[in-house]
């Protein structure tokens, strides 16, 4: 079992940044993938970043460039770096972990374990 902790999450300007964190129960060394991802009202969740144990990384288009996922796993935490914020990048943002699974484009199904979520909203 993992319990995925989220924090980091609030409001901030267009242009501005935010880092998202994502504290672990246990160790995440042998935790294979973990990605963030976000949801909008209305809309699916959808993939923002994911991240392999050896450091690989994969963005959806609507980030790349402007965010930046990372993994420290002295700390057992994964962040999100955000910056360059958009109103379009609002959403409740969550962490998911795949300790089996290795790869950067796993779907939602392949992840066991998720956290409850941060919100975050970008004003114009």
């Known amino acids: 079992q993992v319990q995925l902790v989220e924090s980091g999450g609030g409001l901030m300007q267009a242009g501005g940044s935010l880092r998202l964190s994502c504290v672990a129960s246990r160790s995440i060394s042998s935790i294979y993938t973990m990605a963030w991802y976000r949801q909008a009202p209305g809309k699916q969740r959808e993939m923002v970043a994911t991240?392999?144990?050896?450091?690989?990384?994969n963005y959806a288009d609507a980030v790349k460039g402007r965010f930046t996922i990372s993994r420290d796993n002295a700390k057992n935490t994964v962040f999100l770096q955000m910056d360059s914020l958009k109103p379009e990048d609002t959403a409740v943002y969550y962490c998911a972990a795949a300790p089996l699974r290795a790869g950067l484009l796993l779907t939602p199904h392949e992840y066991d374990y998720w956290g409850q979520g941060t919100q975050v909203t970008v004003s114009s």
């Open positions: 991240i392999t144990g050896i450091g690989s990384t």
